[in-house]
């Protein structure tokens, strides 16, 4: 039987197959069922300090293509931390915990979930592509928390810019890539449900 267990920054993956942060982890109950299917481990949906309002329809087909405007969890970051993330540590995978946005938010969340992080990933989606706020949202969750903290990079141009300035910060591994984004303006369609 081919072994398929991966050791990654410290932590132990029975596989190397983990959901992205999106709607299959939005929540503790989506977590348990991304583990009964088999999931490696699990980061979870991106919360702020703030829940976010996104507008419904927020998924779309569009020919050759789908287009997003979801944002981040749409759940109080009270409720994570008093009942979804203990949902997602029951199930004994490694739990990474998705994160944003800016130093000040992500120092303050990071002490937060420090109980239930195994590690962090923080998106840098909505704080566009200047360097010294990436750089300073993960120099702030380094600082809170032992656990290895990634950063989720977006479809910027300067991308390889922003990957080199994180490495020398410290970043404990990056994540590729987030939505291509924002496509506001674009005709769509929704999805059948
Ligand atoms: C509906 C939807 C919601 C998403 N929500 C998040 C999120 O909360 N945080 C995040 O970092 N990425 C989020 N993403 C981005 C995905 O995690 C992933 O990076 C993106 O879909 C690109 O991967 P793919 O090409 O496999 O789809 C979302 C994507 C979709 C489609």
């Not at 920054?9 to 299959?24: D, E, K, Q, R, Y």
């Not at 702020?48 to 998924?59: D, F, K």
């Not at 490694?94 to 800016?102: D, E, H, N, R």
């Amino acid at each position: 039987m081919a072994k398929l267990s991966v050791e990654f920054c410290g932590l132990s993956f029975s596989n190397p197959v983990m959901p992205a942060a999106g709607p299959p982890v939005k929540d503790g109950a989506m977590c348990q069922a991304a583990a009964l299917g088999g999931a490696g481990g699990l980061v979870t949906k991106t919360i702020s300090v703030q829940p976010a309002e996104v507008p419904r329809p927020c998924m779309a087909e569009i020919k050759g293509g789908f287009l997003n405007t979801e944002l981040w969890s749409e759940l109080p970051k009270e409720q994570w931390i008093e009942k979804e993330y203990q949902m997602a540590k029951d199930t004994g995978l490694p739990v990474i915990i998705g994160l944003g946005y800016t130093a000040e938010q992500i120092g303050q969340l990071a002490k937060l979930v420090k109980p239930y992080a195994d590690g962090l990933e923080l998106s840098t989606h909505y704080v566009g592509k200047d360097i010294t706020p990436i750089v300073d949202a993960l120099k702030a969750a380094k600082a809170a928390v032992d656990v290895p903290v990634f950063v989720k990079l977006s479809p910027h141009t300067n991308i390889q810019e922003i990957a080199v300035a994180l490495e020398a910060a410290g970043a404990d591994g990056l994540v590729m890539i987030n939505s291509f984004g924002p496509a506001w303006e674009l005709t769509w369609r929704p999805v059948s449900p």
